[in-house]
């Protein structure tokens, strides 16, 4: 095992108060890493520090052995560190393909040519295609976003997120607002993508934690209260105290 994602003392204040309060983090290459606890427990703030849509007041981020506490967002996902669900937004008047085509092409720094002809975009088809046919959208590639069910325009965010050829992707809340039937289908593809791949999601679906997690943090008033795997946490008394204090079942 070797870390992939490191986070040392972060902290961040927010006039005076203290939302992440000296975290230390370590996601392991190849693993799925759940991060869970109560509303208000942090894990917002945390992504954000890690994603570095916010900086931290201390502490140290360090990815695939590099520290990027000071890097931007877009170069972090340069390096390979990809968050999902927020950055890659889904435009619905456009095709499943068009859509995966867009984020290849602002992967590879030419966005603004999008408009170009037909001849130029078809170079990324191919590829497109296949990322397309790996989250199971196949059958609706030339479909428009907007006539998209809930969950597969998820999995149409997966798909241009993949794109983006993450080594680690960041879920945020993925199961956020599905039915059953989209969350199990979003769970089988979430499995299929962690293959070769390290993955740190927040998410309140605890049966989805549990079947899918190799690891779990639990955050609770900014701070770790505990971390192992799903029968290791859920047992903790500190973490069913936090959960029934915080109103959740
Ligand atoms: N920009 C901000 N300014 C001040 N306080 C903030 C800011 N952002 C977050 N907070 C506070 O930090 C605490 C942690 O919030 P955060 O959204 O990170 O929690 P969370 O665990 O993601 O909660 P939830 O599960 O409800 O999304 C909350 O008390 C929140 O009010």
């Known amino acids: 095992m070797s870390a992939m994602l490191?986070?040392?003392?972060?902290?961040?204040?927010?006039k005076g108060f203290v939302a992440v309060n000296n975290v230390d983090l370590t996601v392991e290459r190849g693993t799925i890493h759940a991060l869970i606890g109560p509303n208000g427990a942090g894990k917002t703030t945390f992504f954000n520090l890690l994603t570095k849509f916010l900086q931290p007041t201390r502490g140290t981020i360090t990815y695939d052995g590099k520290d990027i506490t000071s890097k931007s967002s877009a170069d972090i996902a340069r390096l390979g560190?990809?968050?999902?669900?927020?950055?890659?937004a889904v435009f619905d008047d456009l095709t499943v393909l068009e859509n995966v085509r867009i984020a290849m092409q602002r992967r590879r720094?030419?966005?603004?040519?999008?408009?170009r002809s037909e001849a130029v975009l078809g170079q990324y088809d191919d590829e497109a295609r296949g990322y397309v046919e790996s989250v199971g959208l196949g059958e609706f590639i030339n479909h428009r976003a907007a006539e998209l069910s809930y969950g597969r325009k998820r999995a149409l965010?997966?798909?241009?997120?993949?794109?983006?050829?993450?080594?680690?992707?960041?879920?945020?809340?993925?199961?956020?607002?599905m039915g059953q039937e989209d969350v199990e289908r979003i769970s089988a593809l979430i499995k299929r993508i962690s293959e070769g791949r390290t993955i740190l999601m927040v998410e309140h679906n605890?049966?989805?934690?549990?079947?899918?997690?190799?690891?779990?943090?639990?955050?609770?008033?900014?701070?770790?209260?505990?971390?192992?795997?799903?029968?290791?946490?859920?047992?903790?008394?500190?973490?069913?105290?936090?959960?029934?204090?915080?109103?959740?079942?």
């Open 81 to 88: 560190l990809v968050r999902s669900f927020q950055i890659s």
């Open 157 to 177: 965010e997966i798909a241009t997120t993949l794109s983006l050829e993450p080594d680690m992707l960041l879920l945020d809340e993925p199961m956020a607002g």
């Open 6 to 14: 490191q986070a040392s003392g972060l902290t961040k204040e927010f």
């Open 206 to 249: 605890l049966s989805v934690v549990a079947d899918l997690s190799d690891r779990i943090t639990v955050l609770a008033r900014g701070e770790v209260l505990a971390e192992g795997d799903y029968d290791t946490v859920s047992k903790s008394p500190e973490v069913i105290e936090a959960y029934i204090g915080a109103g959740h079942d």
């Open 109 to 115: 720094g030419d966005s603004y040519d999008f408009w």
